[in-house]
């Protein structure tokens, strides 16, 4: 079964900690993305990569930062956590060209994170 | 104007019922309408997809498209508890290079025994 694993499920940190969120994906996809889920916002893009060592900014980028050394793995860091970065994040990845013409985009189970 | 709007809900309805979750969007050149299902303290997955306008059956679920009046409908008929998850729709262009991809802020549904 094909999967994007997001390896913490739930964090806790302190303001001004530095936040490593982790994503892998089994699939050989090029494109990865960052998402943020909040109550009343929905999904909000935060990074996304389309391919090693690229990546575009998204609508909500302030705050962070990515990194994608291997096709598989694109992380996302906060580089110094605060209270409004308390959310559930979550990966997901898809291929470069969707079958049939849709772009199907296969999601993490995501990381719930609180900053205190 | 939002790109997308989904009225959050929640939405109750008894086991049995038939259900119908809807989104409207702005842009006309939109060609996909994704649905997406959330259970809670999961992602999303897709649930089904449809190209163009007109309606698409997969089981216990039709989507339904109507390009005209930018509307989007999912139905479901006999609700089952299993049902209760978070809905979203999610429209968008054609898959020619990298493009944005919007989604609506999601239906919370309830499905009582």
């Known amino acids: 079964d094909v999967k994007v694993t997001q390896s913490s499920r739930y964090l806790v940190k302190r303001t001004g900690e530095k936040v490593f969120l982790e994503c892998v994906q089994d699939?050989?996809?090029?494109?990865m993305f960052w998402y943020r889920q909040d109550p009343g916002l929905g999904l909000r893009l935060i990074y996304f990569?389309?391919?090693?060592?690229?990546?575009e900014k998204g609508d909500i980028p302030e705050g962070y930062s990515v990194s994608r050394e291997k096709k598989e793995r694109f992380s996302l860091i906060l580089e110094s956590a605060s209270t409004n970065q308390t959310s559930m994040y979550l990966c997901?990845?898809?291929?470069?060209?969707?079958?049939?013409?849709?772009?199907?985009?296969?999601f993490g189970a995501g990381s719930r994170l609180t900053v205190l | 104007q939002k790109e997308v709007e989904q009225d959050p809900g929640p939405l109750s309805v008894p086991e049995g019922a038939i259900v119908s979750l809807n989104c409207t969007y702005s842009?006309?050149?939109?060609?996909?309408f994704m649905w997406y299902r959330q259970y809670s303290r999961k992602g999303p997955e897709l649930l089904m997809y449809?190209?163009?306008?007109g309606n698409k059956e997969d089981g216990r679920f039709t989507a339904q498209v109507d390009k005209s009046s930018k509307y989007i409908s999912l139905f479901i008929r006999d609700s089952q508890p299993s049902d209760s998850a978070t809905y979203l729709c999610?429209?968008?262009?054609?898959?020619?290079?990298?493009?944005?991809?919007?989604f609506g802020t999601g239906t919370r549904l309830l499905v009582s025994p």
């Open positions: 999610a429209p968008q262009g054609p898959n020619t290079g990298f493009q944005k991809l919007v």
């Open positions: 449809t190209y163009s306008s």
């Open positions: 842009n006309s050149a939109f060609q996909y």
């Open positions: 997901a990845s898809r291929p470069l060209q969707g079958a049939g013409g849709a772009n199907v985009l296969t």
């Open positions: 990569s389309y391919d090693v060592k690229m990546k």
């Open positions: 699939m050989d996809h090029e494109n």
